[in-house]
């Protein structure tokens, strides 16, 4: 167990559905992070959250939407969503600078 | 934009040889760290590296920062089946807030 808690653990869906993915953390980080990880392209960093300001959107398409209400929790809302979109969703937080704690990250599979 | 380059992306090496990966990053970095992730696991802390010219070990495991902060390494000496994994080095830039940019990995596979 880390402290970052990522739910579901595993989630299909139809490309027409919305939903999100959630991530908690209560080790009194200040910064939480998404980061897709596929076959393909392992560990892609596609947001940052610092002092729960979002501070980077690499180039994520839109059909993907972070949100974080407070700097405890982390969201992915998800909608309209592609089969090239499967892949496993990992959350992550840390100090601004520091090592970052990963959760268990859930299995995405888009149908 | 920064990125980090990470080799081999494979290594199969027979239980009790040596094993090194390397990471070589496009911007100087303000540290490095280091993750392990077993298969259908996540990624897992290692170690950090701050200094320029940094050498730390863990175990089996040695760490190398290089002189101009730019390049890292992970060696493992005699290797154990238990090593199996990704191992994903991850860089830090001087210049962000915090943005984490890891290495493609490298899956080792060790052999009994």
């Known amino acids: 167990e880390t402290g970052v808690t990522q739910t579901p653990r595993h989630l299909v869906m139809g490309m027409t559905n919305k939903k999100s993915l959630k991530c908690e953390q209560h080790l009194g980080h200040n910064a939480m992070y998404w980061y897709k990880q596929s076959a393909k392209k392992p560990l892609e960093l596609m947001f940052v959250?610092?002092?729960?300001?979002?501070?980077e959107n690499n180039s994520v398409p839109s059909r993907f939407s972070p949100e974080c209400p407070n700097s405890s929790h982390l969201f992915l809302h998800l909608h309209t969503l592609q089969p090239e979109d499967s892949a496993l969703y990992l959350c992550?937080?840390?100090?601004?600078?520091?090592?970052?704690?990963f959760g268990q990250g859930t299995r995405l599979t888009v149908v | 934009g920064q990125q980090v380059m990470q080799i081999p992306q494979y290594q199969h090496v027979q239980e009790g040889e040596d094993f090194t990966t390397y990471c070589n990053s496009s911007?100087?970095?303000?540290?490095i760290q280091w993750y392990k992730q077993r298969p259908g696991g996540h990624p897992v802390f290692l170690i950090q590296?701050?200094?320029?010219?940094e050498v730390k070990k863990q175990k089996r495991l040695t760490f190398q920062f290089g002189e101009a902060k730019k390049n890292s390494s992970l060696h493992i000496t005699a290797t154990q089946t238990t090593d199996v994994g990704t191992y994903f080095c991850a860089g830090l830039s001087s210049s962000n807030t915090g943005k984490l940019i890891f290495g493609q990995g490298t899956t080792l596979q060790v052999k009994p």
């Open positions: 911007t100087t970095l303000s540290n």
């Open positions: 992550a937080s840390s100090q601004v600078r520091g090592e970052a704690f």
């Open positions: 959250y610092s002092l729960e300001e979002r501070v």
């Open positions: 590296l701050v200094k320029s010219g």
